[in-house]
């Protein structure tokens, strides 16, 4: 199945952004790796990472779709064959 549209530079545009998002969080991480810890703990925390990993085996009452959906209790009626002229 094709795109309905297309996005300037992809997939190169988005791999450099990876890129130096990746080169900005390893250079402070390298060379001031005792004042940069805090920070990254700080930026994990606040990104959700603990809390979808405490959610992730919770079972089925909190996985999958917010609202329940509810199972027809008859078969849908078949509208296109009522159609033909």
Avoid at 55 to 74: H, T
Wanted: charged share 15%.
């Amino acid at each position: 199945m094709r795109a309905s549209h297309k996005a300037f530079g992809y997939p190169i545009v988005p791999a450099l952004y990876i890129v130096g998002a990746a080169v900005i969080l390893c250079v402070p991480l390298c060379h001031q790796t005792a004042t940069s810890w805090p920070g990254l703990a700080i930026v994990v925390c606040l990104s959700g990472v603990p809390a979808h990993f405490l959610g992730e085996n919770r079972g089925d009452e909190l996985s999958g779709s917010r609202y329940p959906v509810a199972k027809p209790k008859s078969k849908p009626m078949n509208l296109l064959r009522h159609a033909k002229a």
